[in-house]
């Protein structure tokens, strides 16, 4: 849902609600931790989480009830991202970057660009000088934006990572239509992950 993730939750629980035939209440938790709680612990009966998160619910018995597919298809990207009036041109340019990351248990938000910049002969233990955990990739890249952090990652569709079309035009017509103009339109794309 990007920027508006209350407004999104809601609209995608009234649609399963109508397939399903009964009312359902929506619950935001302010970051994965807390959802698989109410996963594990009670409260929440169906949960829509990251991959390293349902491997943890799935140890303690939670059953996969569906797997999530956008625009057809099963995999995504993590799409690494500056200031679009930002110096940095590559992978390596982010040494000395702060990292604004989304929630620890979060793929395409923290995860796999981790994995991406290790790859890349970027330690992120060694080469940025910071990394902080915003609780949502929306929040990391209003941080990117506001000058407070320079470098975030962000999902974007594997069509679009995969096209590299002259600064990956559908890539950032992805992060515009989710975290709205003011944020998107702010943001380059760095890099895609794998």
């Not at 397939?19 to 009966?45: I, N």
């Not at 990391?140 to 679009?160: F, N, Q, T």
């Not at 079309?165 to 003011?182: C, S």
Request: charged share 20%; with cysteine.
């Amino acid at each position: 849902a990007g920027h508006d993730l209350d407004a999104g939750a809601r609209l995608f629980a009234d649609a399963l609600a109508a397939r399903v035939g009964r009312k359902l209440a929506v619950a935001v938790t302010p970051d994965y931790e807390r959802l698989l709680d109410g996963v594990l612990v009670g409260g929440v009966s169906i949960a829509w989480m990251p991959p390293l998160l349902h491997v943890r619910a799935a140890h303690a018995g939670a059953p996969l009830a569906c797997v999530s597919e956008r625009n057809g298809a099963l995999a995504y990207r993590a799409a690494l991202l500056v200031r679009a009036d930002s110096h940095r041109t590559g992978v390596r340019s982010l040494r000395g970057a702060r990292a604004a990351w989304a929630d620890p248990y979060s793929a395409s938000g923290y995860l796999f660009p981790r994995l991406h910049l290790l790859a890349a002969g970027v330690d992120p233990r060694y080469h940025l000088a910071s990394e902080r955990h915003h609780g949502s990739a929306a929040a990391a890249c209003r941080a990117v934006v506001d000058g407070d952090a320079d470098v975030c990652a962000h999902y974007i569709s594997d069509a679009a990572g995969g096209a590299r079309d002259g600064g990956w035009k559908l890539g950032q017509l992805e992060l515009r239509q989710a975290l709205g103009d003011a944020v998107g339109a702010n943001l380059r794309i760095l890099d895609v992950t794998d």
